[in-house]
């Protein structure tokens, strides 16, 4: 079993930098592939960025590329996405998951989630 808190959201000016942390319980962190998604206003849940759970191995959806960058801290459970030059259409929940082995881009094969942290780019 897995529990995740995200933290770091809040309102930032385009241009502006967020960093999101996602805090594990459980004793299998380190077994567990990451993956950090999003939900605007409207819009369905969409895959952002991964990160395996050795190696590790990063992924990212094109629109953020460049941009964010995911990373994390087996040993203290937690992991990150930095987020830099923010947009508007960055504007959305930021939720974190977890699932055992590797990870993939589809939300539904993720077994564990985050109760999400609110991100607003807006001047």
């Known amino acids: 079993q897995v529990q995740l808190v995200e933290s770091g959201g809040g309102l930032v000016q385009p241009g502006g930098s967020l960093r999101l942390s996602c805090v594990a319980s459980?004793?299998?962190?380190?077994?567990?592939?990451m993956g950090w998604f999003r939900q605007a206003p409207g819009k369905e849940r969409e895959f952002v960025a991964a990160?395996?759970?050795?190696?590790?191995?990063?992924y990212y959806t094109d629109s953020v590329k460049g941009r964010f960058t995911v990373s994390r801290d087996n040993a203290k459970k937690t992991v990150y996405l930095q987020m830099s030059s923010l947009k508007p259409e960055d504007t959305a929940v930021y939720y974190c998951?977890?699932?055992?082995?590797?990870?993939?881009?589809?939300?539904?094969?993720?077994?564990?989630w985050g109760q999400g942290t609110q991100v607003t780019v807006s001047s």
């Open positions: 459980g004793h299998t962190f380190t077994r567990y592939g």
């Open positions: 998951a977890a699932r055992p082995g590797g990870v993939v881009l589809e939300d539904y094969k993720y077994d564990y």
């Open positions: 990160i395996t759970w050795n190696a590790p191995n990063t």
